[in-house]
């Protein structure tokens, strides 16, 4: 029987149920004059199954795939461009409306790592990165968003199917293209559905948001998001931050630690430490009493450090610290105790690298 509901959402344009986490779909199936139950079957067959197609939902009555098809798509990101690293890495380029994007998928010897964007463009405009110097154009839907990771789960089965050694996509990082603190509504409803049983079912340790530092919107988030948390931090006073993170004059490093350690205060994820990254500019924030200085900024909280070699970028006049400035930098402030590592440049020759990415 078609109610009043279902026969108003048939008039609408046909809604992406990429973009509905567990309670929007049950809203969804609801409004269609279904059990509340078919939520979660229609989300099994998405992220479970890894099915994208209503006939073969065969849990489903002929009826419900009917009313689906007329009401609703499942549409992935077009793949416009596949490039494979030679270190394994692969980059794929979506196009989505207008816009171009990057997904990369990282892969160490058991497990991978996925790096999705969550914009297209960024308005902050730090000045090592490639991104920022884009621009921003606008904001991923949630079915963007989702639609990156259900793909590259898809290809990574495909390959693998075919004997190719693949590891599986176990971690998210919101390392790539834009801001994730700039699409908050459509990042928090991505990562439910990231996290969730009936969604990918990630767990909280292994999803990774990383920011410039939006400090409302971290305190927004803490207590109400548990995932992983990384901070761009980049420099160890404001002189240096202002000049190569200009969001760093609204909200500088003393109000965004302290926005961190809110967080971390409501959040068990990756047992309550926060990954602070630093990139390494060559005569910029690289020297022994930047090293010294971190150190104190960071003495009263639980973090690991990730110093970041610089990835060339075309048109900047920035360079990468040499191997012994990174190595002398490293050693100081593991000698102070800290958890550090230096981050493994993967893909360069791709431009996949992180801050490398311009969706082209
Ligand atoms: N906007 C978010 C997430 C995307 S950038 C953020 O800034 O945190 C992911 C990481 O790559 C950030 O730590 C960013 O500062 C770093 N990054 C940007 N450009 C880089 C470059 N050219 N080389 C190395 N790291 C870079
Ligand atoms: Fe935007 Fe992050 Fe690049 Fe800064 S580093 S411009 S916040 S994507």
């Known amino acids: ?27 969804f199936v609801l409004q269609l004059g279904e059990k509340k139950f078919r939520a979660i079957q229609i989300m099994e067959w998405i992220y479970k199954k890894n099915c994208i197609n209503f006939k073969n939902m065969n849990n489903l009555n002929s009826s419900l795939q009917e009313k689906l098809k007329k009401t609703s798509i499942i549409q992935l990101p077009q793949c416009i461009n596949e490039l494979k690293s030679i270190d ?3 980059k794929w380029n979506f196009l989505f409306n207008t816009e171009f994007i990057e997904t990369i998928y990282i892969p160490e010897k058991k497990r991978a790592t996925l790096c999705i ?3 297209a463009g960024c308005v902050l405009g730090c000045k090592f990165c490639a991104t920022g110097k884009l621009g921003y154009t606008r904001n991923l839907l949630v079915s963007e968003i989702i639609g990156q990771i259900w793909y590259a789960i898809d290809k990574i089965n495909q390959y693998r199917n075919r004997n190719h050694i693949l590891s599986p996509i176990k971690n998210i990082v919101m390392m790539g293209m834009g801001e994730p603190l700039l699409n908050l509504k459509n ?16 767990s909280k340790n292994k999803v990774t948001l990383s920011t410039a530092g939006l400090v409302p919107a971290i305190n927004k988030i803490a207590g109400k998001i548990d995932i992983s948390l990384a901070i761009s931090l980049h420099a160890s006073n404001d002189y240096i931050r202002n000049m190569i993170m200009p969001i760093n004059k609204r909200y500088n490093i003393k109000m965004l630690l302290s926005s961190v350690r809110n967080y971390l205060k409501k959040s068990t994820a990756n ?20 090293a010294k200085e971190l150190a104190c900024l960071l003495k009263n909280i639980p973090c690991k450090i990730n110093l970041i070699p610089w990835n060339t970028i075309k048109n900047s006049s920035y360079k990468c610290s040499n191997y012994n400035r990174i190595t002398t930098f490293c050693e100081y402030l593991k000698s102070k105790g800290f958890v550090i590592m230096i981050r493994k440049n993967r893909g ?8 490398q990415l311009t969706g082209i």
């Open 117 to 119: 964007s969550s914009q």
């Open 271 to 290: 047992r309550g430490v926060v990954t602070i990254e630093y990139v390494m500019l060559l005569y910029v924030n690289d020297y022994k009493h930047h």
């Open 187 to 202: 990042i928090i409803i991505a990562i439910d559905i990231m996290l969730h049983k009936y969604g990918f079912n990630f």
């Open 348 to 355: 360069s020759d791709i431009q996949a690298a992180c801050g």
């Open 1 to 27: 029987m078609l109610n009043k509901q279902f026969l108003e959402i048939k008039s609408k344009k046909k809604i992406n149920l990429l973009n509905f986490n567990l309670q929007k779909m049950i809203n």
């Open 88 to 90: 394994g890495t692969i």
